[in-house]
């Protein structure tokens, strides 16, 4: 009943409704880097996102945003003026950038190097006639980021699947893998970002 309603309001008309895709989110984190023209140091961002998760919102002018297919969450992190910042992006648009007490983007720019040449390793089941994904919930939930270090850049993504165990075909890979500075950055930026959203500090931004 509730989807023949949701569908009737689109019809008529009367249900103001918009679906953005990751191209649009990708477009405006592209268009925001460009403008950092003050920035200081690295620029990087972290892309989430589940395949085939759907968010909605409902936006301040009453209007219903939606993600088309799937959510896409990226943070953008930069320092200017000796100040650290992140701003979050979405499928439904930007929210204003909030200051951060951390000196991270220093801490990526002198693992530079690293970042570049680490490389997460796929799951591997420690017994090979065993399949890990067989008593296993598996969602393709992934993180991409994109660095960039003046006119250099570099992008590094992996799958959350791949950074875990399973007692019945345990990861022989999942302890080198969580050890990897892109992995240790990835769980210090979840901290980091878990509070802010606890905190409600991303405001979206209304046009």
Not at 50 to 72: L, N, R, V, W
Not at 87 to 101: H, L, P, S, T
Not at 127 to 151: A, H, I, L, R, W
Not at 161 to 189: Q, R, W, Y
Request: with cysteine.
């Amino acid at each position: 009943m509730k989807k023949l309603l949701l569908i009737i309001l689109i019809s008529s008309g009367t249900f103001a409704f918009s679906q953005n895709d990751e191209a649009f989110v990708d477009s405006m984190v592209s268009q925001f880097i460009s403008q950092l023209t003050d920035s200081s140091g690295a620029v990087f961002s972290r892309k989430n996102h589940c395949e085939g998760k759907i968010e909605m919102f409902q936006m301040s002018d009453g209007k219903m945003c939606s993600s088309a297919s799937t959510y896409y969450s990226v943070y953008v992190f930069w320092k200017e003026n000796e100040i650290s910042n992140v701003k979050k992006f979405d499928n439904c648009g930007d929210f204003d950038a909030v200051v951060i007490e951390t000196d991270i983007t220093d801490r990526v720019s002198q693992l530079k190097e690293t970042l570049r040449a680490e490389e997460v390793q796929p799951y591997k089941a420690a017994n090979p006639d065993k399949s890990p994904f067989g008593n296993m919930k598996v969602e393709d939930c992934q993180k991409e980021y994109t660095f960039n270090f003046g006119s250099e850049k570099f992008e590094k993504s992996f799958k959350e699947f791949d950074l875990g165990n399973d007692s019945n075909s345990p990861n022989v890979n999942t302890g080198a893998n969580n050890a990897l500075e892109l992995i240790v950055l990835d769980k210090e930026l979840n901290k980091t970002i878990s509070g802010l959203e606890g905190q409600g500090k991303f405001r979206r931004i209304t046009n």
